[in-house]
T-cell receptor, first 114, second 114 residues
Framework: DGGITQSPKYLFRKEGQNVTLSCEQNLNHDAMYWYRQDPGQGLRLIYYSQIVNDFQKGDIAEGYSVSREKKESFPLTVTSAQKNPTAFYLC?????????????FGPGTRLTVL | AQSVTQLDSHVSVSEGTPVLLRCNYSSSYSPSLFWYVQHPNKGLQLLLKYTSAATLVKGINGFEAEFKKSETSFHLTKPSAHMSDAAEYFCVVTSNQAGTALIFGKGTTLSVSS
């Protein structure tokens, strides 16, 4: 089955710790995205990558970092610099350029900072 | 600049009655518009899309939306609500003409009572 997997589903972190969220896709998509979702805020773009070894900041990149060493993988690190990291994080991917709207979403990771 | 405004944060209907979720947009060019649906603690799923073809767009699960340029609206409708329609719905616009990124509305939660 083709799709996007995110792990873990729930993640707890102590304040001041870095944590990495996993996102893997086997859809052979070039573009991948990370969004943050807060209640009543919709989705906000953190980072996106159109191709391996290249990525761009989205609207709320501060306190986050990413890498894109493989086409299939786009991990997101939430650093201790992120002031309010508790949120639901969604990863997505899309087919080649011109069809970014056809984003396929993973099931999400809910991060809670204790 | 591109933006979308979902006019209702919460809509409640009875099973079997019509559904109307309202969305207005702002765009400096001819936009592409979409509706996504998210069930609790799940990823998002594309419901339907408008990409400058027919102004009345049909989607999955009996939903449809009409693009009205004169009113800058893209409201989502369904003739008869089903319990399984209870979810959060997002109106979305492409952030640029290349369609390489999306801007999400803040969401409308649809509740369906029996």
């Amino acid at each position: 089955d083709g799709g996007i997997t995110q792990s873990p589903k729930y993640l707890f972190r102590k304040e001041g710790q870095n944590v990495t969220l996993s996102c893997e896709q086997n859809l052979n998509h070039d573009a991948m995205y990370w969004y943050r979702q807060d209640p009543g805020q919709g989705l906000r773009l953190i980072y996106y990558s159109q191709i391996v070894n290249d990525f761009q900041k989205g609207d709320i990149a501060e306190g986050y970092s990413v890498s894109r060493e493989k086409k299939e993988s786009f991990p997101l690190t939430v650093t201790s610099a992120q002031k309010n990291p508790t949120a639901f994080y969604l990863c997505a991917s899309s087919p080649p350029s011109g069809r970014a709207y056809e984003q396929f979403f993973g099931p999400g990771t809910r991060l809670t900072v204790l | 600049a591109q933006s979308v405004t979902q006019l209702d944060s919460h809509v409640s209907v009875s099973e079997g009655t019509p559904v109307l979720l309202r969305c207005n947009y702002s765009s400096s060019y001819s936009p592409s518009l979409f509706w996504y649906v998210q069930h609790p603690n799940k990823g998002l799923q594309l419901l339907l899309k408008y990409t400058s073809a027919a102004t009345l767009v049909k989607g999955i699960n009996g939903f449809e939306a009409e693009f009205k340029k004169s009113e800058t609206s893209f409201h989502l409708t369904k003739p008869s609500a089903h319990m399984s329609d209870a979810a959060e719905y997002f109106c979305v616009v492409t952030s640029n003409q290349a369609g390489t990124a999306l801007i999400f509305g803040k969401g409308t939660t649809l509740s369906v009572s029996s």
